[in-house]
C-alpha cells in the first residue's frame, strides 16, 4: 500500500521555525521525486518546493526561497522541510506528494503538476501567529 504521512506541523510565532517530516512507505522511494504542497483557507493549493529522487533537482516556490529548505533521506524513506523566518502568510495545511506515474521527474516538473499527483498525504497543519 502506498503511503505518505506528515508530522511536525504546529502552532509557532512569525520568525521562528518548524521542521516537517514525509514518511514513505509501499513504494521504491529512490525513484521518486517528492514534494510539498501547502493549502490555506480560500486559497488553492500551490507548490512549496519539490526534490529529485537523488537530491539534485529542487524547486522553490518564490515566497519560501531563502527560508525554507528541502532535504531527503533515501535511507529513511523520509523527505524533510525546514522551514525557517516563518511568517503569518505561511500558515496552511502542508502536505507531501509524488506522481506514482513519472518517476525521475525533476523538481520544477513535480511541482508544476500539482494537479495531476494520485498519491497525498493527510495533512499537517501549521500555524504561523502571535
Known amino acids: 500500500q502506498v503511503q505518505l504521512v506528515e508530522s511536525g506541523g504546529g502552532l509557532v510565532q512569525p520568525g521562528g521555525s518548524l521542521r516537517l517530516s514525509c514518511a514513505a512507505s509501499g513504494f521504491t522511494f529512490d525513484d521518486y521525486t517528492i514534494g510539498w504542497f501547502r493549502q490555506a483557507p480560500g486559497k488553492e493549493r500551490e507548490g512549496v518546493s519539490c526534490?529529485?529522487?537523488?537530491?539534485?533537482?529542487?524547486y522553490y516556490a518564490d515566497s519560501v526561497k531563502g527560508r525554507f529548505t528541502i532535504s531527503r533521506d533515501n535511507a529513511k524513506n523520509t523527505v524533510y522541510l525546514q522551514m525557517n523566518s516563518l511568517k503569518p502568510e505561511d500558515t496552511a495545511v502542508y502536505y507531501c506528494?509524488?506522481?506514482?506515474?513519472?518517476?525521475?521527474?525533476?523538481?520544477?516538473?513535480?511541482?508544476?503538476?500539482?494537479?495531476?499527483?494520485?498519491?497525498w498525504g493527510q495533512g499537517t497543519l501549521v500555524t504561523v501567529s502571535s
Open positions: 506528494a509524488t506522481d506514482w506515474v513519472h518517476p525521475f521527474l525533476d523538481g520544477d516538473s513535480l511541482c508544476a503538476r500539482r494537479r495531476y499527483l494520485e498519491v
Open positions: 526534490i529529485s529522487s537523488d537530491s539534485g533537482s529542487t
